[in-house]
């Protein structure tokens, strides 16, 4: 299709002689005689390229240009007029403009502008569509069509209608938590407020209270002079993700516990409570009731957060949904390193259906990544997925490898203590004698930052 010109102008003939230039170049036009029908136009018909005449009745052009730049599908406007001096280009060119040129304009000159302004635009509407379609691979809905998935669908639709109630959502690592804490937001009729998130074990204790509460300034050592507004502030009228909620410092489990029960918070520092209107969202992969059992969880905490639960399953638990998923992710690659790919070879697809997949869809998407950058395009293969240089039984996840561990573990614990705490537990000390008692080699073994260790450590008092 021709790409289509509005040519906008007072002087009936002035105009008519542009629009026949622009004609002999090929291109469709269309043709306003005022600033507000310039704009009504625009907004209509949505043209490529407006050549806009600066001094127009009901809206001149340094008027309008702002306006039409910010359509919803803005189009590039070329200035035009008889004006001379640098400052109305630059004028115009702060205002949006993609090119200015003066009147009378010859063939040559406007053929050379529009050319170079289509082939710009065709490369930003292109970018801007790819990442428009990254994001919305990124953050999309809920992908499966297992009836394990199907069923946390159900109960996601059901809690967004409350918007108040506080959510728990349970599942190991990797399974998508925050992707349903969003969904459960964006479902909701807080959707048009911010969604805030913090991971509850990526800091300190005293960070974390500062950054979820804020803090009033000079409150402490390196606070700034002004103070800080928290992430609770942050998400008013929206809702607060708290991730890996079992990492938090039991002094801090009694303050979130007075913001669920009486909705107001304290900054650091501050003499005052605040009000909040605030959604908490948390999720942990922890077994929160045998914490509350070892004192590692509030009691009380753990109730006020489980007004409703939604456990998201195990890759494992919904193997229906791992083709589908392998084949979104392979999609969202194509777009992020512009190559084709013709899906997966028979062998592929049957050792992605074998794997267990202990890192969940976070593994698997990890997996498709690292194969679409091995393949470069057409099929992937199985030797893609799961190059025969790696450490088979990491990679793959062998049965008779995690059958193994399981009966190592299992041989060291008493018949009546193989709970998965217990078992959790075995381990660490495991990891850490391999380790000669090194908590941070311990930690990077295990997968975990350092302070989920010592948390950990602290629960099962092992310190």
């Given at each position: 299709?021709?790409?289509?010109?509005?040519?906008?102008?007072?002087?009936?003939?002035?105009?008519?002689?542009?629009?026949?230039?622009?004609?002999?170049?090929?291109?469709?036009?269309?043709?306003?005689?005022?600033?507000?029908?310039?704009?009504?136009?625009?907004?209509?018909?949505?043209?490529?390229?407006?050549?806009?005449?600066?001094?127009?009745?009901?809206?001149?052009?340094?008027?309008?240009?702002?306006?039409?730049?910010?359509?919803?599908?803005?189009?590039?406007?070329?200035?035009?007029?008889?004006?001379?001096?640098?400052?109305?280009?630059?004028?115009?060119?702060?205002?949006?403009?993609?090119?200015?040129?003066?009147?009378?304009?010859?063939?040559?000159?406007?053929?050379?502008?529009?050319?170079?302004?289509?082939?710009?635009?065709?490369?930003?509407?292109?970018?801007?569509?790819?990442?428009?379609?990254?994001?919305?691979?990124?953050?999309?809905?809920?992908?499966?069509?297992?009836?394990?998935?199907?069923?946390?669908?159900?109960?996601?639709?059901?809690?967004?209608?409350?918007?108040?109630?506080?959510?728990?959502?349970?599942?190991?690592?990797?399974?998508?938590?925050?992707?349903?804490?969003?969904?459960?937001?964006?479902?909701?009729?807080?959707?048009?407020?911010?969604?805030?998130?913090?991971?509850?074990?990526?800091?300190?204790?005293?960070?974390?209270?500062?950054?979820?509460?804020?803090?009033?300034?000079?409150?402490?050592?390196?606070?700034?002079?002004?103070?800080?507004?928290?992430?609770?502030?942050?998400?008013?009228?929206?809702?607060?993700?708290?991730?890996?909620?079992?990492?938090?410092?039991?002094?801090?489990?009694?303050?979130?516990?007075?913001?669920?029960?009486?909705?107001?918070?304290?900054?650091?520092?501050?003499d005052t409570d605040r009000a909040m209107d605030v959604r908490i969202l948390a999720s942990t992969n922890r077994d929160l009731p045998t914490m509350v059992e070892a004192g590692?969880?509030?009691?009380?905490?753990?109730?006020?957060?489980?007004?409703?639960?939604?456990?998201?399953?195990?890759?494992?638990?919904?193997?229906?949904?791992?083709?589908?998923?392998?084949?979104?992710?392979?999609?969202?690659?194509?777009?992020?390193?512009?190559?084709?790919?013709?899906?997966?070879?028979?062998?592929?697809?049957?050792?992605?259906?074998?794997?267990?997949?202990?890192?969940?869809?976070?593994?698997?998407?990890?997996?498709?990544?690292?194969?679409?950058?091995?393949?470069?395009?057409?099929?992937?293969?199985?030797?893609?997925?799961?190059?025969?240089?790696?450490?088979?039984?990491?990679?793959?996840?062998?049965?008779?490898?995690?059958?193994?561990?399981?009966?190592?573990?299992?041989?060291?614990?008493?018949?009546?203590?193989?709970?998965?705490?217990?078992?959790?537990?075995?381990?660490?000390?495991?990891?850490?004698?391999?380790?000669?008692?090194?908590?941070?080699?311990?930690?990077?073994?295990?997968?975990?930052?350092?302070?989920?260790?010592?948390?950990?450590?602290?629960?099962?008092?092992?310190?």
């Open positions: 299709m021709p790409a289509r010109i509005l040519v906008a102008d007072d002087e009936a003939v002035v105009r008519a002689g542009v629009a026949a230039l622009c004609r002999a170049l090929g291109y469709e036009t269309i043709e306003a005689s005022s600033g507000a029908q310039t704009l009504a136009r625009s907004r209509a018909e949505r043209p490529d390229i407006v050549l806009l005449d600066l001094s127009m009745p009901e809206g001149g052009g340094l008027e309008i240009l702002p306006k039409l730049v910010t359509l919803d599908v803005p189009p590039a406007v070329v200035v035009l007029t008889g004006a001379t001096g640098v400052a109305t280009a630059v004028e115009s060119m702060r205002a949006g403009a993609s090119d200015y040129l003066q009147k009378p304009v010859r063939l040559e000159t406007l053929d050379a502008a529009l050319a170079r302004i289509l082939k710009t635009r065709a490369v930003v509407l292109e970018r801007d569509r790819l990442r428009g379609e990254l994001a919305r691979l990124r953050s999309g809905p809920i992908l499966g069509e297992s009836r394990a998935i199907q069923q946390v669908l159900d109960t996601l639709a059901r809690v967004a209608a409350t918007p108040r109630t506080t959510v728990l959502i349970l599942g190991e690592s990797g399974v998508g938590k925050e992707l349903v804490a969003r969904a459960v937001h964006e479902r909701s009729s807080r959707a048009h407020a911010p969604f805030v998130a913090l991971n509850c074990a990526a800091l300190s204790a005293a960070l974390l209270e500062a950054e979820l509460f804020g803090y009033e300034g000079g409150s402490f050592t390196g606070a700034a002079s002004k103070g800080r507004e928290g992430l609770i502030a942050a998400a008013e009228g929206g809702s607060l993700f708290l991730d890996e909620i079992g990492e938090l410092e039991r002094d801090l489990q009694a303050k979130l516990l007075r913001v669920l029960q009486e909705r107001v918070y304290r900054p650091v520092g501050a590692g969880f509030r009691e009380d905490l753990f109730y006020r957060l489980n007004v409703m639960s939604i456990r998201v399953p195990a890759l494992r638990e919904r193997a229906d949904d791992i083709l589908v998923l392998a084949n979104h992710f392979l999609a969202h690659f194509q777009l992020e390193f512009g190559r084709e790919y013709d899906g997966f070879s028979p062998e592929a697809r049957r050792r992605l259906m074998e794997h267990h997949w202990p890192g969940n869809v976070r593994e698997l998407r990890n997996a498709i990544e690292r194969a679409a950058l091995l393949a470069e395009g057409g099929i992937l293969s199985a030797d893609h997925l799961f190059p025969p240089s790696s450490n088979e039984r990491a990679l793959d996840g062998r049965t008779e490898g995690r059958a193994s561990l399981g009966e190592r573990l299992a041989s060291e614990l008493a018949p009546s203590d193989r709970s998965l705490a217990s078992i959790e537990k075995a381990w660490i000390l495991k990891v850490l004698s391999d380790s000669a008692g090194n908590r941070s080699q311990a930690a990077r073994v295990l997968g975990v930052n350092r302070t989920t260790l010592y948390n950990k450590l602290k629960v099962y008092g092992l310190e």
